[in-house]
């Protein structure tokens, strides 16, 4: 499911850094998810939106808001997205927004092969970390397409699985199997990385990370379709990045 929070910043604009993600990201998951599952390493199953604003202004170190805008969260968790709804203020980066406004976001028609894209300012983030060094790698479809389809096919089954954990009924009714952990493992998930890609540099605390904006074309069971409209694609979804949209290019007259 996916809410739209329709937000107005109290003081008429708002100013983010411009590595915003992370508090933007992390100040949803908070408010949402009360237990503190953020600290963690199970895979996140939600995702949240950059900033949706018409007036909207990136300056060197900054990210301007002015008027009303919303974000969008995504989460496989009911109860998280209803949460939510008990807040009336969100205070971001220092920045107080009144939240005047909560409206479901109808679902696309699910197929088999979907091409989804990231919009302005977000970003998708694909790598890994060895266990033993604890060294990370970070990847990204132009220069790394093998690995970053790799990557993004095998976080979508670690997501599936913890999808089964959490929500077990639904997972059964999704995959209309009694064991849709098995389920998964006899199905084909293929991901199209593109052939072009924008980077965007971003800060999780004083890390600096690489993330990417482009189009996925993702190949797979209608469940998993489903699951990437919950929660998204790639790692740190709790970190703000991972929110993705469908791509249906305009129709020519």
């Not at 969008?72 to 968790?77: E, F, N």
């Not at 890994?128 to 790799?150: D, G, I």
Request: glycine share 6%; proline share 6%; with cysteine.
């Amino acid at each position: 499911m996916r809410v739209r929070l329709h937000l107005s910043p109290k003081l008429g604009e708002a100013i983010l850094p411009r590595g915003f993600h992370y508090v933007v990201g992390s100040t949803i998951h908070t408010l949402s998810d009360p237990r503190g599952r953020h600290t963690n390493t199970d895979p996140r199953l939600f995702s949240v939106s950059p900033p949706l604003w018409k007036d909207i202004k990136a300056e060197d170190q900054k990210i301007r808001l002015k008027g009303n805008g919303s974000i969008i969260l995504c989460s496989a968790d009911t109860n998280q997205l209803n949460r939510i709804f008990n807040h009336r203020e969100i205070n971001i980066a220092g920045n107080v927004f009144d939240l005047f406004r909560a409206e479901l976001v109808d679902e696309p028609f699910f197929e088999l092969a979907m091409t989804w894209r990231v919009p302005l300012h977000g970003g998708i983030i694909t790598g890994y970390t060895e266990k033993e060094t604890k060294k990370k790698y970070e990847f990204t479809p132009v220069q790394f397409p093998s690995e970053t389809k790799t990557s993004l096919e095998r976080n979508l089954r670690s997501k599936w699985t913890q999808f089964c954990k959490d929500f077990s009924k639904r997972a059964v009714l999704w995959s209309a199997s009694e064991n849709p952990v098995e389920w998964l493992n006899g199905q084909d998930i293929q991901v199209v990385v593109p052939d072009k890609n924008i980077i965007t540099i971003s800060q999780i605390h004083q890390t600096t990370v690489k993330a990417w904006r482009g189009r996925i074309t993702v190949m797979a069971p209608l469940p998993i379709q489903r699951l990437i409209w919950a929660s998204g694609l790639g790692q740190k979804a709790g970190c703000g990045f991972g929110y993705v949209e469908q791509y249906r290019p305009a129709r020519r007259e």
